[in-house]
């Protein structure tokens, strides 16, 4: 649950951007749309083993 405390006087549109900004932070809606589809463990795994040969071709790339 996300604490928001408001100073006496402080504008509501400062303290409402404050609050979105530290409820992107938290990750909710990331995590919410990655638990909206269910993937098989195989498929996960695919996809982690195409990203490491990704990254490793990068970096590969970047040492020529």
Do not use: C, W
């Not at 638990?35 to 490491?52: C, E, N």
């Amino acid at each position: 649950m996300l604490v928001m405390p408001i100073k006496e006087g402080e504008n509501i549109e400062r303290a409402l951007k404050k609050f979105k900004r530290k409820y992107e932070r938290t990750g909710v809606l990331k995590e919410l749309r990655r638990r909206q589809y269910f993937s098989k463990p195989s498929i996960d795994k695919r996809k982690a083993m195409q990203h490491a040969v990704y990254v490793e071709a990068m970096h590969r790339n970047e040492e020529e």
